[in-house]
């Protein structure tokens, strides 16, 4: 069983157009993240969602909307995508204020 | 915001070799952790540091805390090719939501 799954594993698509990634996770944490990791391997946090309230949003463009309809889930929708959004796009997951993170397989998307 | 550097950003050793990476952040850290990231893969887990001037071994990596809790480092003792990846230290906000990683340090161990 996977703790913390992302789909897609790769997206490949044109400038401008609007994409989700979904991550789920199975671990009953109440903390999930979006962090973004370019081709220099930095990892950089966009979004922390704590029982499904958005807590940190690090200045992040507004294409860029979160959404968390329950504790197992943080997707990720953007908007009119652009050139500079192509990267590695990590979900993880965490107990607030506890050890460790979990994070998804990611998700490599690539604007065309 | 907290700033988490790391140092240096690739290394590369011969197998058998000794390697560190270094973690300093601008603030007081309420702990730190350690993950790895292999090549193609996700970042995973390795260890949390809390108290300060800590040190814990996992068989061939020792982690270290600093005393002011500002700064931690990795060693490898004699590394192996499946060192190899990408080690990230991570610090939490103060309100612990916020997990904010180094830039990393590149491995590549060569046989």
């Known amino acids: 069983d996977t703790a913390v799954s992302q789909t897609p594993k790769y997206l490949v698509t044109q400038m401008g157009n609007d994409k989700s990634i979904k991550c789920e996770q199975n671990?009953?944490?109440?903390?999930m993240y979006w962090y973004k990791q370019d081709s220099k391997k930095f990892l950089k946090i966009m979004f922390s969602?704590?029982?499904?309230?958005?807590?940190i949003n690090e200045t992040v463009p507004n294409r860029f909307s979160p959404k968390s309809p329950d504790k197992a889930h943080l997707n990720l929708h953007i908007n009119s995508l652009e050139l500079g959004d192509s990267a590695v796009y990590f979900c993880?997951?965490?107990?607030?204020?506890?050890?460790?993170?979990?994070f998804g397989q990611g998700t490599r998307l690539t604007v065309v | 915001g907290q700033q988490v550097m790391q140092i240096p950003q690739y290394q590369h050793v011969q197998e058998g070799e000794d390697f560190t990476t270094y973690c300093n952040s601008s603030?007081?850290?309420?702990?730190i952790q350690w993950y790895k990231q292999r090549p193609g893969g996700h970042p995973v887990f390795l260890i949390q540091?809390?108290?300060?001037?800590e040190v814990k071994k996992q068989k061939r990596l020792t982690f270290q805390f600093g005393e002011a809790k500002k700064n931690s480092s990795l060693h490898i003792t004699a590394t192996q090719t499946t060192d190899v990846g990408t080690y990230f230290c991570?610090?939490?906000?103060?309100?612990?939501?916020?997990?904010?990683f180094g830039k990393g340090t590149s491995l590549l161990v060569t046989p």
């Open positions: 540091l809390v108290k300060s001037g």
């Open positions: 603030t007081t850290l309420s702990n």
């Open positions: 991570a610090g939490r906000s103060s309100s612990g939501y916020a997990l904010n």
């Open positions: 969602y704590n029982n499904k309230e958005l807590i």
């Open positions: 671990l009953g944490h109440d903390t």
């Open positions: 993880a997951s965490s107990s607030q204020g506890s050890t460790e993170a979990f």
